[in-house]
């Protein structure tokens, strides 16, 4: 006999007092079995989660984030003035309507504490915090993370940062593995006086620089380690331009920070008829959208803005969710995109 059609009751989903009436228990201590609290035997525990497996019992999201006081909306902290994160924030709105969150922007600035504009994403009730290379200490943001669900995109957060037992994770690129990369191909080309401009404090450099030194030392060129002080600015890596211009001689190849660092120092340089390939190879990290502008072609380490912005989403709702079960650190592979501004060293260098 042919079963009857389901009408639209049938379509319903269970809810949480069905579960809880098929366990004899209350609904209340359903809810902290599901959310993974104390409170209830092994046995009952088990009981209850079977139940709800077997009448296809999901938790309702977005009703848990109105009891806990938040909303489907991701906050956003970014730097204007980073071209690089410009692209990150390209990415993070359309991976976030995909997932049914709306996105709540708001920027970084020089001139007041950065717990400022987060403070303001939390007041609006965003129900997790996407913070774009942030430059507050590892206590603030375990403290934060305390409060309300945190995914860094940037830094390097320790891994005793990372298991606080807070709501915290991590997505970034391999900092080290790429400017290591860039120094191989350079070393590959036939450099041997590679001089590296960092970012100071800036986002990833700490990385950028332990992988700088590393890469040389690999090469047995660990004498010839060479460190200019800078930042992720156009204003920085013109600064270490006129630096290096003061020297008595230029090496052969500059390995910036950054992409903005570098187009400092590559504006400078090239003003003070420093050939760009022929007498010194120039390259950045980030592969911003500038970098492939034709009159630019700077060789780059290239960074995926999609992949980490989709990384960071997937994260912030899920630990939002409650629903986070894989690694809180997520990192990426960067690549090395070869351009005008690299090429051999010249066969004598400038004195």
């Given at each position: ?36 609290k104390p409170g209830a035997s092994e046995e009952t525990r088990q009981r209850v989660l079977a139940i709800a497996k077997e009448v296809g019992y999901r938790p309702d999201a977005a009703a848990r984030l109105l009891a806990l006081g ?282």
């Open positions: 006999m042919p079963s009857a059609p389901r009408g639209p009751a049938s379509s319903r989903r269970p809810t949480m007092a069905e579960v809880a009436a098929k366990a004899g228990v209350s609904r209340t201590l359903v809810s902290f079995i599901l959310d993974g938040r909303s489907r909306t991701l906050g956003v902290l970014t730097d204007v003035r980073q071209l690089f994160q410009a692209e990150l924030v390209t990415g993070i709105y359309p991976a976030a309507e995909q997932l049914g969150y709306e996105v709540l922007l708001t920027t970084n600035l020089s001139d007041r504490p950065e717990s400022v504009p987060i403070d303001a994403l939390i007041s609006h009730r965003c129900g997790s915090l996407i913070l774009l290379a942030p430059t507050s200490g590892h206590d603030y943001l375990i403290k934060l993370a305390a409060e309300v669900p945190v995914v860094v995109v940037g830094p390097r957060l320790p891994a005793e940062v990372l298991g606080a037992g807070v709501d915290l994770a991590s997505v970034r690129t391999d900092d080290a593995r790429g400017i290591g990369d860039a120094v191989d191909y350079l070393v590959t080309l036939g450099h041997k006086d590679i001089l590296h401009v960092d970012g100071g404090d800036g986002s990833g450099s700490p990385e950028r620089r332990r992988g700088y030194r590393e890469a040389m030392s690999a090469h047995g060129l660990e004498e010839r380690i060479d460190i200019i002080a800078g930042d992720h600015t156009e204003e920085a890596g013109a600064a270490a331009a006129r630096e290096l211009l003061a020297r008595p001689g230029l090496p052969t190849a500059v390995l910036a920070s950054n992409d903005r660092s570098a187009l400092g120092l590559l504006d400078v340089l090239t003003r003070s008829g420093v050939d760009i390939p022929g007498e010194l190879s120039l390259v950045g990290f980030d592969d911003t959208r500038l970098s492939d502008f034709p009159r630019i072609d700077l060789t780059t380490v290239h960074q995926d803005a999609p992949g980490l912005a989709q990384h960071a989403v997937r994260l912030a709702v899920e630990l939002l969710e409650r629903r986070c079960s894989g690694p809180k650190e997520v990192v990426l592979r960067s690549q090395l995109v070869i351009r005008g501004t690299s090429g051999p060293p010249p066969a004598t260098v400038r004195r």
